[in-house]
């Protein structure tokens, strides 16, 4: 099955947020452990949350654009059995 240019995109996208996550979770906690372990813990933690909310946003790009796909093909099959009729 061929993948079309946007959803090669959206594919690198998100195998790179993922990477950006685990990397920046580590620079954040290493940059901010001088303020103290809880506190470094604390904006860690709120960075993956804000991070993992960006890749949910690149996961329902996807998901809307397979749905339009989908609704697509039922449009044209309920044209053909229309004209049929």
Do not use: C
Request: charged residues 20%; aromatic residues 12%; without cysteine.
């Amino acid at each position: 099955m061929q993948k079309d240019i946007y959803d090669r995109i959206i594919g690198f996208l998100q195998g790179a947020s993922w990477g950006i996550v685990l990397i920046g979770a580590f620079v954040t906690f290493k940059l901010s452990i001088f303020l103290g372990v809880p506190l470094a813990i604390f904006l860690t933690t709120l960075y993956i949350i804000v991070s993992l909310f960006l890749i949910l946003l690149l996961d329902a790009f996807h998901v809307n654009k397979e749905r339009l796909q989908e609704e697509k093909k039922q449009t044209k099959l309920l044209e053909k059995l229309t004209q049929n009729l």
